[in-house]
Protein backbone atom coordinates (compact mmCIF):
# COMPACT_ATOMS: atom_id res chain seq x y z
CA UNK A 1 0.00 0.00 0.00
CA UNK A 2 1.06 3.51 -0.90
CA UNK A 3 0.87 6.52 1.46
CA UNK A 4 -1.26 8.13 -1.70
CA UNK A 5 -3.46 4.77 -1.73
CA UNK A 6 -4.19 5.11 2.47
CA UNK A 7 -4.73 8.70 2.34
CA UNK A 8 -7.33 8.06 -0.77
CA UNK A 9 -8.69 5.54 0.72
CA UNK A 10 -9.37 7.58 4.48
CA UNK A 11 -10.77 10.15 2.36
CA UNK A 12 -13.38 8.31 0.51
CA UNK A 13 -14.50 6.59 3.97
CA UNK A 14 -14.71 9.95 5.34
CA UNK A 15 -16.74 11.18 2.27
CA UNK A 16 -18.68 8.21 2.71
CA UNK A 17 -19.38 9.02 6.96
CA UNK A 18 -20.54 12.72 5.63
CA UNK A 19 -22.90 10.93 2.88
CA UNK A 20 -24.44 8.75 5.72
CA UNK A 21 -25.06 11.42 8.05
CA UNK A 22 -26.64 13.89 5.80
CA UNK A 23 -29.00 11.37 4.78
CA UNK A 24 -29.92 10.22 8.10
CA UNK A 25 -30.18 13.68 9.09
CA UNK A 26 -32.46 14.31 6.12
CA UNK A 27 -34.88 12.34 6.63
CA UNK A 28 -36.46 14.21 10.04
CA UNK A 29 -39.92 15.29 9.09
CA UNK A 30 -40.95 17.51 12.01
CA UNK A 31 -38.05 17.93 14.33
CA UNK A 32 -34.46 16.03 15.01
CA UNK A 33 -33.17 15.41 18.12
CA UNK A 34 -29.32 15.04 18.13
CA UNK A 35 -27.63 13.43 21.67
CA UNK A 36 -24.00 12.04 21.98
CA UNK A 37 -22.26 11.29 24.88
CA UNK A 38 -18.35 11.81 25.48
CA UNK A 39 -16.20 11.59 28.58
CA UNK A 40 -14.24 14.66 27.82
CA UNK A 41 -15.61 18.11 26.90
CA UNK A 42 -13.57 17.35 23.99
CA UNK A 43 -14.79 15.73 21.34
CA UNK A 44 -12.71 15.20 17.79
CA UNK A 45 -13.14 17.42 14.90
CA UNK A 46 -13.84 14.43 12.50
CA UNK A 47 -16.05 13.36 14.95
CA UNK A 48 -20.32 13.60 13.52
CA UNK A 49 -20.97 15.72 16.48
CA UNK A 50 -18.30 18.28 15.83
CA UNK A 51 -19.17 18.37 12.22
CA UNK A 52 -22.90 19.12 13.24
CA UNK A 53 -22.22 21.46 15.82
CA UNK A 54 -20.27 23.85 12.77
CA UNK A 55 -22.90 23.77 11.01
CA UNK A 56 -25.53 24.74 13.73
CA UNK A 57 -22.92 27.60 14.31
CA UNK A 58 -22.86 28.32 10.63
CA UNK A 59 -26.55 28.29 10.44
CA UNK A 60 -26.72 31.12 12.98
CA UNK A 61 -28.63 28.39 15.67
CA UNK A 62 -26.44 28.50 19.33
CA UNK A 63 -26.08 25.29 20.77
CA UNK A 64 -27.31 25.62 24.51
CA UNK A 65 -24.52 24.31 26.78
CA UNK A 66 -25.90 21.76 29.35
CA UNK A 67 -29.17 20.96 27.64
CA UNK A 68 -27.23 21.18 24.08
CA UNK A 69 -30.29 22.43 22.09
CA UNK A 70 -29.86 24.45 19.37
CA UNK A 71 -31.90 27.28 19.20
Not at 52 to 60: E, N
Request: charged letters at 30%; a positive charge.
Amino acid sequence: MTREWVLERKRREAEEYNRLLYVAMTRAKDQLYICGWSETSNVAPDCWHSTVGQTLKKSGKKLVKGSQQAK
